[in-house]
């Protein structure tokens, strides 16, 4: 078992910046770890993955260019630095870990298959 636990949440205006953390409990270098949102309304989204085996990061089109994705193995953290942050990045976002022997390029995105789940973390873009 994993608990995940995000912080770094807030309000920040169009243009700011806001760097999330996920510490885990246990070790997890051997899981993949990713970070999903959730708007009112809408579905969970993928925003950003990071691979155990290589460290192969992958995201989402839409905060390809503003968001950075990294992991600490030794200190059991992920961080998710949010750059140039726009409205509509506001939402619940969530760390996850899982992903053991997957394809990861193929699987990331897909919620269903992360075993582990932080309880989420308000981040609300707005002047």
């Known amino acids: 078992q994993v608990q995940l636990v995000e912080s770094g949440g807030g309000l920040v205006q169009p243009g700011g910046s806001l760097t999330l953390s996920c510490a885990a409990s246990?070790?997890?270098?051997?899981?993949?770890i990713a970070w999903f949102r959730q708007a009112p309304g809408k579905e969970r989204e993928a925003v950003a993955a990071?691979?155990?085996?290589?460290?192969?990061?992958y995201y989402a089109d839409f905060v390809r260019g503003r968001f950075t994705i990294s992991r600490d193995n030794v200190n059991k953290m992920s961080s998710l630095q949010m750059n140039s942050l726009e409205a509509e990045d506001t939402g619940v976002y969530y760390c996850?870990?899982?992903?053991?022997?997957?394809?990861?390029?193929?699987?990331?995105?897909?919620?269903?298959?992360?075993?582990?789940w932080g309880q989420g973390i308000q981040v609300t873009v707005s002047s």
């Open positions: 996850a870990a899982g992903g053991v022997g997957w394809p990861v390029a193929r699987m990331w995105t897909v919620a269903n298959e992360y075993d582990y």
């Open positions: 990071i691979a155990s085996h290589d460290g192969s990061i």
């Open positions: 246990s070790r997890f270098d051997f899981y993949v």
